[in-house]
């Protein structure tokens, strides 16, 4: 599947399970449930839920279960492809935003006080800015050109605008991974002040906005008008 959000098999025994890395990085909430369960996803990011489980002393299945249960789509989510539009663009764009430009501020701040402690995030504002840069000219696309002629009531085929957006969700996701990994699964060391707490949550809540946003495109917007070539 070309798009960012692949769903969790719910087969233990499929040949080609997704690894505990891969879920992390696609699967919005997941990354919580993952280390509220010890599992320490990017230390552990080759294995299967399956072998993560069993060295952790996990019930496999279980675990499966919950991951699974995140693959549902947000109840909230309108029907009509207009107010859907309209709901990813409140909900999901102008937050992204907005919580972007506070959580490089933050950054920042962190890199300057902290840089010489050994488990500084040296080097994340900068990567913030990349994926800030990135996020804003994929929505900005979005908004010019795909999203008006969804909202137009267009009935032909937006696969070439579409094919795109897929393609770019792919690159978010990855950024999302390397969050993961250069916060440590966003895991502050016990002596973090306040505000390095404050940005590894705000980073937490991003990853799981942005992962949930581009699951809501991919499998709801998306497939209404990819239809036909």
């Known amino acids: 599947m070309s798009s960012a959000h692949k769903p969790c098999d719910p087969n233990p025994r499929a040949r080609n399970p997704m690894t505990i890395g891969d879920i992390a990085a696609t699967v919005s909430g997941a990354a919580r449930v993952l280390s509220k369960s010890g599992i320490n996803y990017c230390a552990m990011a080759d294995m299967s839920v399956e072998e993560a489980a069993q060295t952790?002393?996990?019930?496999?299945?279980?675990?499966?279960?919950?991951?699974?249960?995140?693959?549902?789509?947000?109840?909230?989510?309108?029907?009509?492809?207009?107010?859907?539009?309209?709901?990813?663009?409140?909900?999901?764009?102008?937050?992204?935003?907005?919580?972007?430009?506070?959580?490089?501020?933050l950054a920042w701040h962190v890199?300057?006080?902290?840089?010489?402690?050994?488990?500084?995030?040296?080097?994340?504002?900068?990567?913030?800015?990349?994926?800030?840069?990135?996020?804003?000219?994929?929505?900005?696309?979005?908004?010019?050109?795909?999203?008006p002629s969804i909202c137009s009531g267009y009935r032909g085929s937006l696969f070439g605008p579409i094919f795109v957006m897929r393609h770019e969700h792919d690159d978010h996701a990855k950024s999302v991974r390397e969050l993961q990994i250069l916060t440590a699964g966003f895991t502050t060391p016990e002596d973090a002040c306040g505000t390095w707490?404050?940005?590894?949550?705000?980073?937490?809540?991003?990853?799981?906005?942005?992962?949930?946003?581009?699951?809501?495109?991919?499998?709801?917007?998306?497939?209404?008008?990819?239809a036909t070539r």
């Open 111 to 147: 890199e300057t006080v902290h840089h010489e402690h050994q488990a500084a995030p040296n080097g994340l504002a900068s990567f913030l800015e990349k994926i800030q840069g990135d996020l804003e000219d994929h929505m900005h696309k979005e908004e010019s050109i795909l999203f």
């Open 56 to 105: 952790h002393g996990i019930d496999h299945e279980a675990l499966q279960r919950e991951l699974t249960r995140l693959e549902k789509t947000p109840s909230s989510m309108p029907e009509d492809s207009g107010e859907l539009v309209n709901f990813i663009i409140s909900h999901y764009h102008e937050t992204h935003r907005k919580e972007l430009r506070e959580l490089v501020g």
């Open 197 to 226: 707490q404050t940005l590894y949550d705000g980073l937490e809540k991003l990853t799981s906005d942005l992962l949930e946003h581009i699951y809501v495109e991919n499998n709801v917007l998306f497939p209404r008008f990819e």
